[in-house]
């Protein structure tokens, strides 16, 4: 099955939307007449309906006159849209998108507009009341059932096991204790403390133990001074150090070094998700493929 069989074809890049004519038809000249006509009496009557009338008929000629002109091929990406997807990429506020995670963001939000138009051509959406989200998914289900992934040859596995080894590989981890951020000066006050065997039974219990951690995971959560200096550490030594939060005691409990996997051991989960990613692959294209008949637009 080719893989455009799954689409409607796409309008002609030269087609356009008819343009409405200039001249209203002989049927929406006569029901203008009738309203006006209509108008005429009952405002001789009751004039108190004179401006709920007007108002209507003024609507009503505007609608005859200059019908609006939809385009089902142009995306908006709006201000609103683009800062609603900044304000929800941290729940919590602390982070804010790179312009390369954005536009990520944002071409996954794009895609799943033209999934959902599309599959609405289809007609996926009769009898279902499911928001756009919905529809959405139901087309993109329909595109990863049209795709055959043969099986790739051993230098092509190779090759992308040698681009993705980190995938694999078991990290370099680490394991240590942790105080609740705070300032500096409360933070020394405490390390005095637990080196004198003085901390308080609040401080024992909220002090955490961060077991296994993988240490490239370090600088994102605590910030890359914090990861270097813990590195630094002696191991079993209580000392200070700073994080993206504030200051904290540390005691380094564990360091254990990371281990190079091997394609051999590694070869069917490799192959497995080496076809899960060339399908994402290929099911993209097919969106990309929709998306040349669409014009996104952007407000800046």
Do not use: C
Not at 109 to 130: C, N, P, Q, T
Not at 277 to 283: D, G, L, P, Q, Y
């Amino acid at each position: 099955m080719s893989d455009n069989s799954l689409f409607i074809q796409p309008a002609a890049a030269n087609d356009s939307p008819p343009r409405p004519s200039a001249k209203p038809s002989a049927g929406a000249m006569a029901s203008l007449r009738v309203v006006a006509s209509t108008l005429g009496r009952l405002v001789r009557r009751e004039p108190l309906v004179h401006f709920a009338v007007l108002g209507a008929l003024i609507f009503g000629a505007d609608a005859l006159l200059h019908p609006a002109v939809k385009d089902e091929h142009a995306i908006t990406v709006t201000k609103a849209q683009r800062q609603a997807f900044i304000d929800n990429f941290d729940e919590d506020k602390a982070r804010i998108p790179s312009d390369a995670q954005l536009k990520k963001i944002i071409d996954s939000w794009v895609a799943s507009e033209i999934l959902y138009r599309e599959g609405k051509a289809l007609g996926l959406d009769r009898g279902d009341d499911m928001i756009r989200d919905r529809i959405a998914y139901k087309l993109q289900l329909l595109i990863f059932d049209q795709i055959s992934v043969p099986q790739p040859t051993q230098e092509q596995l190779r090759t992308w096991f040698a681009d993705n080894h980190e995938r694999f590989d078991e990290p370099q981890r680490v394991g240590f204790y942790l105080t609740p951020p705070t300032d500096e000066a409360t933070a020394r006050r405490q390390l005095e403390d637990i080196q004198t065997q003085h901390e308080s039974a609040e401080l024992q219990k909220q002090t955490r133990a961060v077991l296994a951690r993988p240490v490239v995971s370090l600088a994102p959560a605590f910030g890359a001074g914090f990861r270097d200096g813990l590195l630094a550490s002696p191991i079993g030594q209580w000392s200070v150090l700073q994080s993206k939060d504030g200051w904290h005691v540390v005691r380094l409990d564990s360091l254990r070094e990371g281990v190079p996997a091997s394609f051999e051991s590694v070869r069917e989960e490799a192959a497995r998700l080496w076809h899960t990613e060339e399908t994402r692959k290929r099911a993209w294209e097919a969106v990309n493929r929709l998306k040349t008949s669409y014009t996104v637009r952007y407000e800046q």
